[in-house]
């Protein structure tokens, strides 16, 4: 059961996300785990616009541990990674290599190459490799506004 995401900042979109992933892994008899990149995948596709981080890698990973998750698997974003279409990247890195049965991610969660791969492939093709659920957490709103790192990065800049 993973959450998949680059989660910087851990914050409280990511928290619903986390804690998601921790109550339907309890559910289904699961390990809680968080599946990241070690880098921001911008850094690869588009280096000039690359945001300032929130949080490093080593923090993303203990406020993951103290929201329950166990494991926390940190993939290399790079040229290789970021070429391999939705399919190859659901199917061959979180289905074979890691094992992912079920996942949780944001609405605006996006991965393989181009970003072209979301939730919705992940429903409907998921079961075909063995990823047999895909839950969806909307965004977390403050203020009527969406929390988001970017959004706390312009915050913090005024």
């Known amino acids: 059961m993973a959450g998949l995401g680059f989660f910087d900042g851990v914050h409280l ?14 559910e289904i008899g699961a390990v809680p785990a968080m599946v990241t990149f070690d880098r921001h995948p911008l850094s690869i596709v588009r280096p000039s616009h690359v945001p300032p981080l929130l949080t490093t890698a080593r923090e993303r990973r203990v406020y993951a541990w103290e929201l329950g998750i166990l494991a926390v698997c940190e993939l290399t974003f790079d040229e290789t990674l970021s070429e391999l279409s939705p399919r190859e990247f659901a199917s061959g890195i979180l289905a074979d290599c890691l094992g992912v049965t079920a996942v949780v991610a944001g609405d605006n969660f996006h991965f393989g190459f181009r970003g072209e791969g979301g939730t919705t492939l992940l429903k409907q093709a998921g079961p075909e490799w063995g990823i047999r659920l895909t839950s969806v957490v909307e965004p977390v709103l403050v203020e009527g506004e969406v929390v988001s790192s970017t959004r706390i990065r312009k915050l913090l800049t005024k």
Do not use: T
């Open 13 to 26: 979109g990511h928290q619903a996300i986390l804690s998601k992933v921790v109550e339907l892994a309890g």
